[in-house]
């Protein structure tokens, strides 16, 4: 029986997400708007910051980062804490998970990078993280994709894919690694969230 009840329960939940794919369901437009303009500013703060010699130490570029970390941390609290009182069908739970994992997955793959670079006293180890991350966000696409049946969110998947590729071609070139990344994380991750929020929007209208 309970095993009848499991097939019936993920039966179901296929179902609602084909149904709210028909429907667009909202992904979390501005969460990764967010994302895009942190994480992105930062990146791109970095390489004005070296390119202008402005910044001179290690530290800066850490607080940077740490900056922007926590100005998007707080953002998703925030704006979690909002969205826990509408209801969310299974589609944006879904989707939901798919980034949180993603989340995790960065976090842990950053922290072995570091490790590796630290114990390898090799600085250029660490350069990984970047393409990784466009990659990771490509799969996050492609499942958003899927599962909305948006189209045009294909194509931000793949853009991520090939942006991951760039971004490892100019590893070697931190500084350029820098601007490569920061443009990316705009264009394939809060230009689609905007896109994402303002269809909502309409839609709520």
Excluded at 1 to 15: C, G, K, P, S
Excluded at 65 to 75: D, H, P, Q, R
Excluded at 127 to 152: D, E, K
């Amino acid at each position: 029986m309970t095993d009848q009840n499991a097939v019936r329960d993920d039966i179901a939940f296929m179902r609602t997400l084909a149904e709210e794919g028909r429907a667009g369901a909202p992904l979390g437009g501005s969460i990764l708007i967010a994302s895009g303009l942190s994480f992105g500013s930062a990146s791109l703060a970095i390489w004005a910051g070296v390119t202008w010699r402005l910044l001179h130490h290690d530290w800066e570029v850490a607080a940077i980062w740490t900056a922007s970390l926590v100005v998007f941390l707080g953002y998703l609290f925030i704006a979690k804490a909002a969205w826990g009182e509408k209801k969310k069908g299974a589609t944006p739970r879904a989707v939901g998970i798919a980034w949180s994992g993603a989340g995790w997955s960065i976090f842990f793959v950053g922290l072995s990078l570091a490790v590796m670079a630290v114990h390898g006293h090799d600085a250029y180890v660490a350069n990984a993280f970047m393409p990784f991350i466009l990659a990771i966000y490509g799969s996050c696409w492609f499942v958003a994709a899927a599962l909305s049946r948006a189209r045009w969110l294909y194509a931000v998947a793949f853009g991520s894919f090939g942006m991951a590729v760039l971004a490892a071609w100019f590893a070697a070139n931190g500084l350029m690694l820098y601007l490569v990344y920061g443009l990316s994380l705009y264009g394939l991750g809060a230009l689609p969230g905007l896109v994402l929020t303002l269809q909502a929007r309409a839609r709520a209208a």
